[in-house]
T-cell receptor, first 114, second 114 residues
Framework: NAGVMQNPRHLVRRRGQEARLRCSPMKGHSHVYWYRQLPEEGLKFMVYLQKENIIDESGMPKERFSAEFPKEGPSILRIQQVVRGDSAAYFC????????????FGPGTRLTVL | AQSVTQLDSQVPVFEEAPVELRCNYSSSVSVYLFWYVQYPNQGLQLLLKYLSGSTLVKSINGFEAEFNKSQTSFHLRKPSVHISDTAEYFCAVSPIQGAQKLVFGQGTRLTINP
């Protein structure tokens, strides 16, 4: 049973470019969470999605960031016009249902903005 | 809203010595409590969790944590550490009801010296 998959593992972008981060949840999981880990900090919640629905995006920056979880395919976190402050590790986690106590984390995507 | 404070950003200890990583939280609602471990350049792995029942919970690799409701703490302990325990440890909470978005502490870097 494959775990949560994220790709790419490392992504380098220049300021102003777009970054697309992908997350494939564990088999049978329909809930996805995205977290951001800035250097020397803990993880901060960004967005919670179910298939085709954004449930809670209270942690998402208001501009340039968007997320989706289509009926088919991985969840995508999209960052437009990246800035140096977007450099961070982005983790996704999945769970099988709403009231499940445990989330399973992927290995993360480390974004570096030059 | 919830918040988590890990009182020590770094803890250096000698191999086979005991260790305690401290975690305090605040929340206006009932929460689940977690400890996650992050090895270098990897994602987070669940170490142990408190949901209900016995306030002392244990992991398979010798760690244990005790939920103290009156002190709103969930400290992590191990009586004898090994070099392989070197990692970053994150305490986290999530509300029992509704979306299980995790709120993390800042992390404690545990370094084991031979």
């Amino acid at each position: 049973n494959a775990g949560v998959m994220q790709n790419p593992r490392h992504l380098v972008r220049r300021r102003g470019q777009e970054a697309r981060l992908r997350c494939s949840p564990m088999k049978g999981h329909s809930h996805v969470y995205w977290y951001r880990q800035l250097p020397e900090e803990g993880l901060k919640f960004m967005v919670y999605l179910q298939k085709e629905n954004i449930i809670d995006e209270s942690g998402m920056p208001k501009e340039r960031f968007s997320a989706e979880f289509p009926k088919e395919g991985p969840s995508i976190l999209r960052i437009q016009q990246v800035v140096r402050g977007d450099s961070a590790a982005y983790f996704c986690a999945s769970s099988p249902s709403l009231n499940t106590d445990t989330q399973y984390f992927g290995p993360g995507t480390r974004l570096t903005v030059l | 809203a919830q918040s988590v404070t890990q009182l020590d950003s770094q803890v250096p200890v000698f191999e086979e010595a005991p260790v305690e990583l401290r975690c305090n939280y605040s929340s206006s609602v009932s929460v689940y409590l977690f400890w996650y471990v992050q090895y270098p350049n990897q994602g987070l792995q669940l170490l142990l969790k408190y949901l209900s029942g016995s306030t002392l919970v244990k992991s398979i690799n010798g760690f244990e944590a005790e939920f103290n409701k009156s002190q709103t703490s969930f400290h992590l302990r191990k009586p004898s550490v090994h070099i392989s325990d070197t990692a970053e440890y994150f305490c986290a909470v999530s509300p029992i009801q509704g979306a299980q978005k995790l709120v993390f502490g800042q992390g404690t870097r545990l370094t084991i010296n031979p």
